[in-house]
């Protein structure tokens, strides 16, 4: 089986892309496609949560953040067992997560929900939830793991 794994370079999409490790069997999986989508004229900056060297956005531009996230994701599987691809799109990130799962014949699409912030999702929808919608295949989507209360203080 094939699986795509979607990055925006946030935490909670690292943290999706171990999800895919705590159940499934390596032995089954035999490609997993690590993807982030780059939108064309894109306001906001490609998150770049997962570089330990964080730059400054002007020194970096949004597709080598873009190719840093999917290397970081890329790693978590590393000495898992399935062959790991590389993959930078540019469009809508729901449709390209989509095409590509459709043209590798994906078994299974893994994506994060909530990791861009309420306010792309009121904006723009969510991607997860049009990937759901409209996958070819069955998707994992992976909620955030909700933050634990502060001992003796407020929030």
Request: hydrophobic share 45%; proline share 6%.
């Amino acid at each position: 089986m094939h699986v795509v794994v979607a990055t925006d370079g946030s935490r909670q999409s690292l943290a999706a892309a171990k999800k895919l490790k705590e159940f499934a069997d390596p032995d089954r999986i035999t490609d997993i496609s690590v993807v982030a989508v780059l939108r064309p004229l894109a306001a906001v900056a490609f998150a770049d949560d997962l570089d330990d060297k964080r730059k400054a956005v002007d020194e970096v531009s949004f597709k080598a953040a873009a190719e840093s996230a999917v290397a970081a994701v890329a790693a978590t599987y590393d000495g898992w067992g399935p062959k790991v691809h590389r993959k930078i799109r540019s469009g809508s990130p729901a449709k390209e997560i989509i095409r590509l799962a459709d043209s590798v014949g994906a078994g299974l699409i893994v994506v994060a929900n909530g990791s861009r912030g309420l306010s792309d999702t009121v904006l723009m929808g969510s991607t997860a939830q049009r990937v759901q919608h409209y996958a070819p295949c069955p998707v994992l989507v992976v909620r955030p793991t909700p933050r634990k209360p502060r001992r003796g203080g407020k929030g």
